[in-house]
């Protein structure tokens, strides 16, 4: 049996706009959107919500997550699966991990190492940061192909302990 939820008079923020709007929730997922009071959907919903004067995101975005990222010797304790559904209990519903370069390999291969690992793992949407772990004419080169597919960010540890603790094997 299919349970519906009504959320109105809300401002919705979604990843490209706010607006007004009553939210349609059905089994737990948005099923749509309309403008306040356009739809009949309070005599179908098991429950209905008043939002007025607050907004109605679908969930938080973490965009500072270490998913099975090697450091210092050592790994992080979750895995795109546990952190995921963990995220998910704390209503997290989108994560940006770190993709992490081994030095001596392209960052493709860093990314899509990464991607291997939380394709099929995710409770939850996710996206990446770049880790850059060998700075060379040939990975600031490849930087731009990756923002092409939607990385905007890179991270490179200058110096200190940091340098160079991420390898092939790690990774």
């Not at 546990?82 to 291969?109: E, P, Y």
Request: net charge negative; proline share 2%.
């Amino acid at each position: 049996m299919t349970t519906r939820t009504l959320i109105t008079g809300g401002l919705v923020i979604t990843a490209a706009d706010e607006t007004h709007a009553d939210v349609l929730i059905e089994d737990g997922r948005i099923a749509a959107l309309a403008a306040p009071g356009t739809q009949e959907w309070s005599a179908s919903a098991d429950r209905v919500l008043d939002a007025s004067g607050k907004y109605v995101i679908p969930g938080g975005v973490d965009v500072h997550t270490h998913m099975e990222l090697p450091f210092g010797g050592t790994f992080a304790s979750d895995t795109f699966e546990t952190g995921t559904k963990a995220a998910a209990w704390g209503g997290t519903t989108t994560i940006v991990d770190f993709a992490v370069q081994s030095k001596g390999h392209a960052l493709r291969a860093g990314l899509d190492a990464w991607y291997a690992k939380a394709d099929g793992n995710c409770a939850i949407d996710y996206g990446f940061h770049m880790i850059l772990s060998d700075v060379n004419e040939r990975t600031l080169k490849e930087m731009d192909l990756l923002v092409e597919e939607g990385i905007t960010s890179f991270k490179n540890f200058v110096g200190g302990a940091d340098r160079g603790s991420f390898s092939p094997a790690a990774a």
